[in-house]
């Protein structure tokens, strides 16, 4: 077995090779760099960053001072936008799921923009955020992305349109229409999907007389650097989701109206490659299975609870620096907790990783493309393994 290919800016390379301790490392011109990439690729529309992807003050400013909105889900996630430079007004609580305190407490902290999805919710909003915004989210199938996030959140078309409609008997401003296609979405067409659902509504609520103002297309956006359970890269085509997008948006405006304003709200595509862990090997072992099959695995110090929250649903590309030609074996990777789900996706003749053969306790490795929830999902130290620190680089550093 070869080695995946890695790719690092040469601020995370070198952060990396001088660590001496287990740390994630965040390239702040990075962040900025995929932002105004963004920007170019998307003219016109309004980026508010799910705060949760990086909840890292630096980042946060950082976004902010690049003219960046925010997408928060909580009335400390509100705090701390705000406290990020954010104006006010470029902040909108994007939960769907809210308490009574919840939202009185977003609305004496100046937000007028809600995320809903349901009658209940509305009614609450109307008595908690009199006279605020609301935007309806309308449900997708999350075909084609890593996690769909379908049943949790947003209603049906149908419902959408009674939903805006009691958001106006309330006293409500029915302000706009939201999606999320799924975190990881690797596909153009679920962005497709999105805009066709988008447009049935918006011609049912023009029956109505309501006009939204904005389309929220919502999250999405995919990181470039995971691989595949085969160890390949996933090559999400992020080109022609551009495309999509910039196609979708074009029609709608030029459906339902040239002054209809597109918001966006990308967590891990502007962060997750942004982002790499240095931690060590643990140990790497040889033991036979209870089918008889004799597996090696590569036990590190960093896992689903200090780091990788998402390990046991995708795959990073790892660097091992002391090992550079090296002699390998197909490992499961797994991290260090009694927990089993604390490992990569891992089934027969899937999901190893080559690992060198000669890798000893405490030998470094870099994770890749590790930025995106990693911070926001440390555990306060389960089984005792201390929450992973970070290091924000600045330019040059
Ligand atoms: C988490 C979340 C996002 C960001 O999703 P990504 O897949 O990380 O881009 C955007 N909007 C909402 C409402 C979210 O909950």
Known sequence: ???????????????????????????????????????????????????????????????AALGAGFDAASPNEITQALRAGAPVGRVHY??????????????????????TDSLPDVTAIAEHAPGARVFCRIATSGEGA?????????????????VLTAARAAGLTPAGLSVHVGSQQLTSEAWTAAFAL????????????IRPDHVNLGGGLPALGYVDRHGSALEPPLGEIFRTVRQGCDRLRHLHGGDLDFVLEPGRHLVADQGAIRTRVYRLTHRQ????EREHWLYLGCGKYNGLYEMDQLQYRLVFPTHPDRECVPAVVAGPTCDSDDAFPHG?????????????????VWILSSGAYAVSYLTQGFNGFDPLPYTVLRDGA
């Open 1 to 63: 077995m070869t080695a995946a290919p890695g790719s690092l800016t040469p601020a995370l390379r070198s952060a990396l090779a001088e660590a001496t301790d287990d740390r994630i490392f965040y390239d702040l011109a990075g962040i900025a760099r995929v932002y105004t990439t963004l920007l170019d690729e998307l003219p016109g529309t309004d980026v508010r960053f799910a705060l949760k992807a990086c909840p890292v003050d630096e980042v946060l400013a950082e976004l």
């Open 289 to 292: 299975q209870p089918d008889g």
């Open 146 to 162: 890593l996690w769909g996030l379908s049943r949790k959140f947003g209603c049906s078309p149908a419902d959408a349109v009674e």
């Open 348 to 364: 027969h003749a899937t999901g190893r990783v080559p690992v060198p053969r000669a890798v000893a306790s405490g030998d470094p």
């Open 94 to 115: 994007g939960n769907t799921v809210k308490s009574d305190q919840g939202i009185a407490e977003a609305y004496r902290l100046g937000i007028r923009d809600f995320a």
């Open 198 to 209: 988008i447009d049935g509504v918006l011609v049912e609520l023009r029956r109505r007389g």
